[in-house]
């Protein structure tokens, strides 16, 4: 059996490394199995989200309702028990832990959103946002953004990210937002974080240069090669961004300027997932994700020539996982956060999104220039705002009953990493309180299987790449096992 330590797992998942198994009968439970490449299986289960590679003659014990003895303390039967692998009657290893509880209790971020501007000077096919012009009367009111910036200040949790959103047409606004939140920070006790999301058509060397010098963070769209690109993000005069976009990063990389890149899957690119990824590793951002398209804004209007189904995302984004770990590239950040979950590392948890522990609405808010407050940056459509009655109020929104996973997902072998799904996708797009089926959950199983069969287990068997002296790798042989169980 083989398996991965991470260094900074789940409390529960650290006490599991430790525990004794009970010396009783103990029962394999139903567990999904996965065949690998090499003839060896990996075994799943639902409940705990335990996990681990064995070859065929361990795939052929770990057989549900098999019962081993584990009077003679076999180290085999101990490992299976820590990994979540067995029970004694209904009892597992993790026992009572609240695993939603931990991962929701790794939120140390707080995030404000800013929408500085309500037009923009691009028309992408897809923006949910809607194709305003810029102008005057559409920026947020300074003291407005002022107020919500010093609210994000007071906030209890280790770290604040203040993000002043899409810059490309709130100059000299996203400037002076930036200078005042490094004033206030100076004396605030957390660590503060400055974002700016751009498309990249006005990021001067002058702007970068601002930029550098605040230690802001840049989000920049990039949908792929300039053919790809440019058919969904596009002046009003037709004429596509690509070489804008590629030019601001060059600027970004020469003068130090870390970048996040953010691609959107759409009818344009959703064919092509290499030749994304491969554009986007190939300027070396710090980050990057791969976002599906919603229904929202001027994609619901067009979504016949621009949506892509469910599982035209979901082989999106296996291909896009294979092209990366080929290339020997990082993995997209939701990608990354799932592995990381899989192996039961806290990292995994510090945003919460995709699942419904994520932070939306209680550790994340946003703040639209007319001054609603919404949940989520991805959803500031459809009925989730909250307009404050006075002064700038940064709710509670969302009811709690949205937290829970929905009723589909019952049994499903990636609960414990997925956690449900995202909150937002499955609402019903009104202030309604019955968590639905997120409509990207095959996406989210061909995610997790692919990173089980093409990163995790070849990392568990001694491949390179995700180990790299940090996770622990283990194994352990089931020894006189086969001569001791029992049925
Ligand atoms: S959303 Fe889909 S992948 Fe995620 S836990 Fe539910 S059933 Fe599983
Ligand atoms: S609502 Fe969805 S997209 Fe927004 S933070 Fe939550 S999980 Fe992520």
């Known amino acids: 059996m083989w398996w991965l330590e991470p260094p900074n797992a789940l409390p529960a998942w650290q006490r599991a490394t430790t525990a004794v198994a009970p010396d009783r009968e103990l029962r394999v439970p139903p567990l999904s199995r996965f065949p690998l490449p090499g003839g060896q299986v990996a075994l799943v289960d639902s409940d ?17 309702g098999r ?23 209904d009892r597992h290893v993790l026992g009572d832990a609240d695993l939603a509880g931990e991962a929701a209790a790794c939120r140390d971020t707080y995030g404000l959103v800013l929408l500085l501007n309500g037009g923009c000077n691009l028309v992408c096919t897809y923006c949910y946002l809607g194709h305003e012009t810029p102008s005057k009367k559409r920026m947020i ?21 203040v993000d002043l959103g899409e810059i490309a047409v709130s100059n000299p606004h996203w400037r002076h937002l930036a200078t005042y939140t490094r004033e206030v920070a100076a004396s605030s006790p957390g660590e503060v974080r400055l974002t700016v999301q751009t498309n990249g ?18 989000g920049l769209s990039l949908d792929g090669p300039a053919r790809h690109h440019d058919r969904a993000r596009m002046f009003r005069t037709g004429a596509g961004s690509h070489e804008l976009a590629v030019r601001a990063l060059e600027r970004c990389a020469k003068t130090g300027v870390s970048t996040h890149l953010i691609a959107t899957v759409a009818r344009h690119n ?19 994700l791969l976002k599906p398209v919603l229904a929202h804004g001027e994609a619901a209007t067009a979504w016949d020539r621009e949506g892509v189904t469910s599982d035209e995302y979901a082989s999106f984004m296996e291909r896009a996982i294979r092209a990366a770990v080929e290339s020997g590239g990082a993995l997209d950040q939701s990608a990354a956060k799932f592995a990381q979950r899989l192996l039961g590392e806290r990292r995994g948890w510090a945003d919460g999104c995709t699942s419904r522990q994520c932070g939306s609405g209680r550790s994340l808010h946003v703040v639209a220039s007319d001054g609603e407050v919404f949940a989520c940056p991805r959803f500031v459509t459809g009925g989730t705002g909250f307009r404050p009655p006075g002064r700038l109020s940064l709710p509670l929104l969302l009811a709690d009953s949205l937290r829970a996973v929905p009723e589909s ?59 790299n002296g940090r996770v622990k790798r283990c194994s352990v042989r089931p020894d006189h096992l086969i001569e001791s169980e029992s049925r």
């Not at 705990?48 to 549900?64: I, N, P, Q, S």
């Open 48 to 64: 705990t989200g335990g996990w681990c590679v064995t070859d065929d003659v361990e795939a052929g014990l770990l057989t549900e």
């Open 201 to 218: 058509t006005t990021l001067d060397q002058s702007s970068v240069d601002f930029l550098a010098q605040h230690e802001v963070t840049v």
């Open 270 to 288: 959703v064919a092509v997932p290499e030749l994304v990824v491969g554009e986007l590793l190939s300027h070396r951002p710090g980050s990057y």
């Open 409 to 467: 997902c019952a049994g499903c072998p990636w609960l414990r990493s997925c956690g449900g799904g995202c909150t937002l996708s499955g609402h019903d797009g009104t202030r309604g309180t019955v968590p639905l089926p997120d409509p990207q959950c095959t996406a989210y199983q061909v995610m997790h299987e692919v990173l089980l069969r093409q990163v995790i287990a070849p990392a568990a068997l001694g491949a390179d790449g995700l180990v």
């Open 67 to 89: 019962r081993f003895s584990n009077a003679i303390g076999s180290a085999w039967t101990t490992q299976a028990w820590r990994r979540g692998l067995l029970r004694d009657g």
């Open 141 to 161: 009111d300074l003291s407005l953004a002022e107020e919500a910036i010093r609210s994000a200040l007071q906030r209890p949790e280790e770290q604040i990210i």
